[in-house]
């Protein structure tokens, strides 16, 4: 008997984190809401084990990240994609304020994106950041090292260069 | 955010990606209750389809496989059979459903990997035949080679069934037969051996590391095994040791995993 208690805490105290984190990862607020809920649901299938990991909330971003890679190839193949995921979602639009940064997000490479988000959102070490995305220390800081720079070109901030990465 | 220690308070990035929560906050989200619901129905779904493909293998041991036969002769292709599967995804293959020349550019020493186009030699690597239980799949096999140091030995198999039932049940079966296979002789090797392993959302992946006699060759060996729908994709490696270091890191990434099957499928 899964423990639907648990798991309705843990949702409920995390989905907006993860939310965040995909709709900064996608630039996209109808497929980070989609994305969202399709990781906690298949959580939610594997909740005897995933509640035992160190950190399920790790799990669940990976998971709806891998699922948002794997929608972004197949999107490459329009017929495809259809015939997958069926016609896409009418996605909210971001908010006045919001529309530069989601429109330069969208502009930096995927990998890049995810190491900033997942170092300057989430909050992960670079060694912890390596860990999620399986890639040496040295490619995390280049990936976030380039990535700050690209987005401080795209909205004219020199600020978004000065920090350096953490460890 | 689970740990700001590894910021400043004032690290200008995270502000400006925090200002992102106007937006998130007005985007609704299903309540728990939804999201246990949609989990459940895909459990209940896989339940279902799994057990039909073990209870089509018992009629088909009565007889009544040829009834089915009969019916595919007569030009009904299996998936469109009325069942609680008929709403699952059926995919064919792509032209080319192999990882393409650059799709893996560098693994530890080794250089990036080739599609030979010729079928692997030997079909059967440690105890694993991808083969042997892929009743009723459609099968294509290709070796993948690399040319920088040439010793690694690289395959991947692409196999489709009729329906994703099959296909998981096969999945589960590989899975089956790593985890069973025997060390081989003691005498000869000492192994280590990792997994089968989880890889979410849809792959596992199992490892061998041998101390080889000269006899015994290659001495690591990984296989990943990942499925989507009624397409499976299994991907093997061999080389002298885990060319990620110490046997900690894997060849077949969750990345390259989903990847294979995007090719295959796409």
């Known amino acids: ?167 | 955010m689970r740990n700001q220690s590894a910021l400043p308070d004032n690290d200008p990035v995270q502000m400006t990606l925090v200002s992102l929560r106007s937006d998130v906050e007005r985007t609704p989200l299903a309540d728990s209750l939804s999201v246990r619901r949609r989990g459940e129905a895909r459990s209940r779904h896989q339940a279902v389809a799994g057990a039909l493909v073990i209870a089509a293998l018992v009629a088909g041991a009565f007889g009544v496989a040829d009834l089915r036969g009969h019916q595919r002769h007569s030009g009904i292709p299996a998936h469109q059979s009325p069942s609680p599967t008929a709403s699952v995804a059926i995919f064919t293959l792509a032209a080319n459903p192999f990882l393409r020349d650059g799709d893996i550019t560098a693994i530890g020493p080794y250089g990036e990997l080739l599609d030979s186009g010729t079928e692997p030699q030997n079909k059967v690597q440690q105890c694993i035949d991808v083969s042997a239980s892929a009743t009723g799949a459609s099968i294509r096999s290709t070796t993948l080679y690399e040319k920088k140091l040439g010793e690694v030995q690289a395959a991947e198999h692409v196999l489709r069934f009729d329906s994703a039932a099959e296909a998981e049940q096969y999945w589960a079966r590989l899975s089956s037969a790593a985890d069973a296979c025997g060390h081989g002789n003691p005498a000869e090797v000492t192994t280590n051996d990792r997994g089968p392993e989880e890889v979410p959302p849809d792959s596992y992946r199992w490892s061998r590391l041998s101390t080889p006699t000269a006899a015994a060759g290659i001495g690591y060996y990984e296989l990943g095994a990942t499925h989507h729908a009624n397409v499976v994709v299994v991907l093997e490696w061999s080389s002298m040791g885990n060319p990620t270091g110490d046997n900690a890191g894997w060849v077949w990434d969750a990345d390259r995993l989903q990847l294979a099957v995007d090719r295959a499928i796409t």
Do not use: C
């Open chain 1, 1 to 167: 008997m899964k423990d639907a208690e648990g798991f309705d805490a843990f949702y409920t105290a995390t989905n907006r984190r993860v939310l965040h984190q995909m709709y900064a990862m996608t630039s996209n607020l109808a497929d980070a809401q989609e994305l969202t809920q399709e990781a906690y649901s298949r959580a939610w299938q594997r909740w005897g084990a995933v509640s035992t990991y160190d950190d399920p909330e790790a799990w669940v971003r990976t998971v709806a990240w891998r699922l948002a890679a794997s929608r972004w190839r197949k999107a490459r193949n329009g017929v495809a994609a259809m015939l997958r995921h069926g016609p896409p979602e009418h996605a909210p639009e971001p908010s006045v304020d919001n529309v530069a940064l989601v429109a330069a997000l969208k502009e930096i490479p995927e990998a890049q994106r995810r190491v900033i988000v997942l170092h300057h959102l989430t909050g992960l070490s670079v060694a912890e950041v390596a860990h999620e995305v399986a890639a040496p220390e040295g490619t995390v800081k280049a990936r976030l090292s380039r990535g700050r720079a690209a987005l401080a070109a795209l909205l004219s901030d020199a600020t978004l260069t000065e920090v350096s990465p953490h460890a």
